[in-house]
């Protein structure tokens, strides 16, 4: 893979990238477009794809908060064509990495010492690289290391990009208004704190001290004296990514085994912890020779206010959402209706949102899931590509629900799909066992 020796960290050296980027975007279209001519019957799938590839190519090499958005994006496999999911998922652990020199360089900036100066042994070459950095390996008193290094001009680019990223994000999720505001100043505040590895060492300390009692999970121990705000070492763990692990044969017994132990981990952080890791793509776990899951990154956590969770989970009871007055009450709690919504508007705005949540809470309703199930998921497709078309949606402002539905939906989705990557049957209710007491 070709490594990168600089990375563009001006606004408006990114802004001239993102320019040129979508020149490309647009010349893909005219060549569609004439080809249409001559063929009506000429579908998009080229055009996704070259569209995709141009996508990715320019983010890529700016990384950081760009790239991290294709990486959010590349979870939205019902939203997405297939040729944009398979593009950006690459941004999850397989970007072109920073070459030696500038890693290097880059070490000494953030540590004032050189690599080899700190460790007995440090391989020049990332063995990962993602949006916000990338891993070497290395060696300290006998123990084998992960050192993750950040990108330089990062954290100092993500407001820039974000603004750059906001009208595209706006016409694709139909966002209008100012209150859409919220909703960028989140994703903002979580982008800056996962380019805090001192944050991020608190984090996953704290989360892995409290779950580590959860059989088949592991997770690496972090060294404090060898991190930074932008460099975190922590112990070298050997296993699978999980994107790769399902792309091998595995029996259905490890995969439910692994499905009930992402499950409990996730039940556990959402109702005993109330903050959860908020980013659960396959790049952020591995599947040991002996069949553990590893949990390797804490940088999105995302915690879970009261006055959001509990409105949120009694919408997971079937019975609440038949109950018209209490559901009703709920969407009001929870920002999908407003006091000002027209009687058109919240007629709508209820039967969609019925409709949607009778489908999504499905497996909180069972003793029993199971994640493979293809009924399950032709039913989400559907849905997704049956209001995507509608067109009275279109002409009603999409910006709805409190900002927390962002990234605890994005939790929620992203288990899922991890489930259903490992063809899983799981227990819902198993984590029960699990929870702390509430607090008085």
């Known amino acids: 893979m070709n490594t990168l020796d600089r990375i563009p960290t001006g606004k408006i050296e990114r802004a001239g990238k993102l320019v040129r980027t979508g020149v490309k975007v647009g010349g893909n279209y005219v060549k569609y477009y004439s080809k249409k001519l001559i063929n009506p019957e000429l579908e998009k799938d080229e055009l996704n794809e070259n569209n995709a590839q141009d996508i990715y190519d320019g983010l890529k090499s700016l990384k950081g908060s760009a790239l991290k958005v294709a990486q959010m994006l590349s979870m939205e496999k019902n939203l997405l064509p297939r040729a944009y999911v398979e593009k ?12 030696a020199p500038l890693v290097r360089k880059t070490f000494k900036k953030y540590f004032q010492k050189y690599p080899e100066e700190v460790f007995d042994m440090f391989e ?5 690289a993602a949006s916000i950095g990338q891993v070497h390996r290395a060696e300290k008193d006998g123990k084998s290391l992960a050192v ?5 001009g990062v954290a100092e680019s993500i407001s820039s990009d974000l603004a750059l990223v906001k009208p595209i994000a706006m016409r694709m999720f139909n966002l209008k208004g100012k209150d859409t505001d ?12 996962e380019t805090d590895y001192s944050l991020e060492i608190d984090q996953s300390v704290e989360i892995t001290e409290a779950c580590n009692h959860i059989p088949g999970l592991r997770f690496p121990k972090y060294y404090e004296e060898l991190s930074s705000d932008k460099i975190m070492t922590m112990d070298w763990m050997e296993g699978l990514h999980l994107s790769q692990f399902t792309q091998e044969d595995f029996d259905s017994e490890l995969g439910n085994k692994l499905g009930q132990t992402l499950w409990d981990f996730y039940m556990f952080q959402m109702h005993g912890l109330r903050k959860v890791q908020a980013d659960p793509h396959p790049g952020n776990f591995l599947v040991s020779k002996d069949g553990n899951l590893i949990a390797i990154d804490f940088g999105c956590i995302k915690e879970v206010p009261d006055d959001f969770y509990y409105p949120y989970f009694q919408l997971a009871n079937t019975e609440n959402i038949h109950d018209e007055e209490r559901f009703e009450k709920t969407l009001l709690e929870l920002e999908i209706l407003t006091p000002t919504d027209t009687p058109e508007e919240q007629g709508f705005f209820k039967e969609l949102f019925k409709e949607m949540l009778l489908l ?6 069972q003793d029993e899931f199971d994640f493979a199930d293809p009924g399950f998921w032709s039913a989400i497709t559907d849905l997704s590509s ?34 259903y990557d490992l063809r899983a049957q799981v227990k819902v209710n198993q984590y029960q066992k699990y929870m702390l007491k509430p607090s008085a």
Do not use: M, W
Not at 183 to 192: A, I, M, N, Q
């Open 88 to 99: 950006f998922s690459l941004a999850q652990f397989s970007v072109p990495p920073l070459s």
């Open 124 to 128: 020049r070459d990332s063995v990962g």
């Open 148 to 152: 993750k290094i950040q990108y330089p």
């Open 182 to 193: 919220k909703f960028f100043r989140e994703v903002e505040e979580k982008l800056l704190e």
């Open 360 to 365: 999504f809470t499905a497996p909180f309703n």
């Open 386 to 419: 049956r209001y995507a078309k509608d067109e009275h949606i279109r002409k009603l402002n999409g910006n709805r629900g409190s900002k927390h539905f962002l990234y605890i939906n994005r939790t929620f989705f992203g288990l899922y799909h991890l489930l």
